[in-house]
């Protein structure tokens, strides 16, 4: 199966930080990298598919990029509604794996 | 507007078994593939299982750690997704969520708890 790691697990920002998150695959998965967000008690909400095409009605702040191995999920300014786990999830190969996840709090 | 609804959920004993099913809106059904994701509580995601579309025979793919006991089934003519869980464990409580497959995964139902006890 190909592991799926994150970094960092957690990361305290500010309204209207840049943040990275990245994420790290244990093998090549070409472009097929999906990044989720979730919030507490709610289910996770799609952000970035294929890497780094945004997901219908998602805002320009949130970017992703990478290929391969190496992926990166970028906010340019952090809004107060984007406290939340970010997760990566790759879906190359069955089964489908996902990081364990970014908790990113309000400093 | 897409919607994902899913019910059956609730409280098992180890060994028993439950079928939930997912109610889908908003789009064509029998196009997408679809998926079941869990999360058990207070911990990360975990794909469960996958059911193509008619296109590709509505084959399925599953997790290794469910795979010989759960199963996936579709109806598109009632736009319902379920997934079969037999021989349930105590790991598998968790909140299953029925998931599109298209873009990775676009649309997410509100997930439904699995409650497994020993």
């Known amino acids: 199966d190909i592991q799926m790691t994150q970094s960092p697990s957690s990361l305290s920002a500010s309204v209207g930080d840049r943040v990275s998150i990245t994420c790290r695959a244990s093998?090549?998965?070409?472009?097929?990298l999906h990044w989720i967000q979730q919030k507490p008690g709610k289910a996770p909400k799609s952000v970035i598919y294929d890497a780094s095409s945004l997901q219908t009605g998602v805002p320009s702040r949130f970017s992703g990029s990478g290929s391969g191995t190496d992926f990166t999920l970028t906010i340019s300014s952090l809004q107060p509604e984007d406290f939340a786990t970010y997760y990566c999830?790759?879906?190359?190969?069955?089964?489908?794996?996902f990081g364990q996840g970014t908790k990113l709090e309000i400093k | 507007e897409v919607q994902l609804v899913e019910s059956g959920g609730g409280l098992v004993q180890s060994g028993g078994s439950l079928r939930l099913s997912c109610a889908a809106s908003?789009?064509?059904?029998?196009?997408?593939?679809m998926d079941w994701v869990r999360q058990a509580p207070g911990k990360g995601l975990e794909w469960v299982g996958r059911i193509r579309n008619k296109a590709n025979s509505h084959t399925t793919e599953y997790a290794a750690s469910v795979k010989g006991r759960f199963t996936i089934s579709r109806d598109d003519s009632q736009n319902s997704l379920f997934l079969q869980m037999n021989t349930l464990k105590t790991a598998d409580t968790a909140v299953y969520y029925c998931?599109?497959?298209?873009?990775?995964?676009?649309?997410w139902g509100q997930g439904t708890l699995v409650t497994v006890s020993s």
């Open positions: 999830q790759h879906y190359a190969t069955y089964p489908y794996t």
């Open positions: 908003g789009f064509t059904f029998s196009d997408y593939y």
């Open positions: 998931v599109r497959g298209n873009r990775g995964f676009d649309y």
């Open positions: 093998q090549g998965i070409r472009n097929n």
